[in-house]
């Protein structure tokens, strides 16, 4: 089951940056290089999750346990950052899909594909939290990332191209994208604080 969930993520990702080629393409040559870091947005999402899943498959096979020992360092960093931006990127996605078929934007195949496979990066977000181990640095450290971000896409214009009928509503758009990044933030520390004092009830030792 672990095995296909990381290739399912593995495959999406790859998917995603394809996806994303000709907004990248034209980022690089209209306006620079280095904001090619903050324009795909679900993929990096989807990469990071990927990346826990491969962690935690490596760490059964080596010793058959999850273990209760928090991360550290690089390790702690992915975690936290794939669960808050695959929970936001999973969220944000769907809502500008609906948002634009709201507005009569016309949905096709590749939209219901789309809203259906960000429910999934938001809903497994959510579902492995009992193998998290980040510790609440982490989240600090990936949310001046996600913040960041936000703002490289609206005060720069590097946003996720959004349908036409909603280029109108970038404001908000903004304040809609700012807002579930301060969500996805207090989702994960409250996935922290969870497993802190679930250690400290069972150990009745400090975690961090």
């Given amino acids: 089951m672990l095995w296909t969930l990381f290739w399912v993520n593995f495959l999406g990702t790859i998917y995603g940056y394809i996806w994303y080629g000709n907004q990248l393409k034209f980022t690089a040559e209209n306006m620079s290089p280095l904001y090619l870091p903050f324009v795909p947005d679900s993929p990096t999402?989807?990469?990071?999750?990927?990346?826990?899943?491969?962690?935690?498959?490596?760490?059964?096979?080596?010793?058959?346990?999850?273990?209760?020992?928090?991360?550290?360092?690089?390790?702690?960093?992915?975690?936290?950052?794939?669960?808050?931006?695959?929970?936001?990127?999973?969220?944000?996605?769907?809502?500008?899909?609906?948002?634009?078929?709201?507005?009569?934007?016309?949905?096709?195949?590749?939209?219901?594909?789309?809203?259906?496979?960000?429910?999934?990066?938001?809903?497994?977000?959510?579902?492995?939290?009992?193998?998290?181990?980040?510790?609440?640095?982490?989240?600090?450290?990936?949310?001046?990332?996600?913040?960041?971000?936000?703002?490289?896409?609206?005060?720069?214009?590097?946003?996720?191209?959004?349908p036409e009928v909603l280029e109108d509503d970038l404001t908000p758009i903004a304040s809609f994208t700012m807002l579930l990044s301060w969500a996805s933030i207090a989702v994960a520390l409250l996935l922290w604080r969870w497993r802190v004092r679930k250690e400290r009830k069972e150990t009745g030792t400090k975690s961090v």
């Fill in 45 to 162: 999402a989807s990469l990071f999750f990927t990346w826990f899943l491969l962690i935690l498959l490596l760490r059964r096979a080596n010793d058959k346990d999850t273990g209760r020992k928090p991360s550290g360092g690089l390790q702690s960093f992915v975690e936290a950052f794939a669960v808050i931006t695959s929970f936001k990127y999973g969220i944000w996605a769907v809502a500008m899909i609906m948002a634009g078929a709201y507005q009569g934007d016309r949905l096709v195949w590749q939209d219901w594909m789309l809203t259906f496979s960000h429910l999934g990066m938001a809903m497994e977000a959510l579902l492995y939290y009992r193998f998290y181990r980040f510790r609440w640095m982490a989240v600090l450290f990936a949310a001046c990332w996600v913040l960041l971000n936000d703002i490289m896409d609206y005060a720069v214009g590097i946003y996720p191209w959004l």
